[in-house]
């Protein structure tokens, strides 16, 4: 079984972490801040890679995500 994962994670200037699938890895650098939104973002990444998005658009988007 494939295990998406976030490794590396930076919290001190908002929320990166190395994604993490099959041996394959991308940065995300957001502007949200809390440890919470790793996992956030984890669950959503998960959603977008089983709807077939490649994990460099997904870590695209994601670095988009700001504070509201």
């Known amino acids: 079984p ?3 994962s ?3 994670p930076d919290l001190a200037q908002g929320v990166a972490f190395d994604l993490e699938l099959d041996g394959s890895s991308v940065r995300v650098d957001t502007a949200l801040v809390g440890q919470f939104n790793v996992q956030n ?3 959503v990444a998960g959603s977008l890679l089983h709807a077939g998005i490649p ?3 997904i ?3 994601l670095d988009r995500k700001s504070v509201v």
């Open 41 to 43: 973002l984890l669950a």
């Open 59 to 61: 870590a695209r988007a």
């Open 55 to 57: 994990m460099a658009d």
């Open 6 to 8: 976030a490794e590396n």
């Open 2 to 4: 494939s295990v998406l």
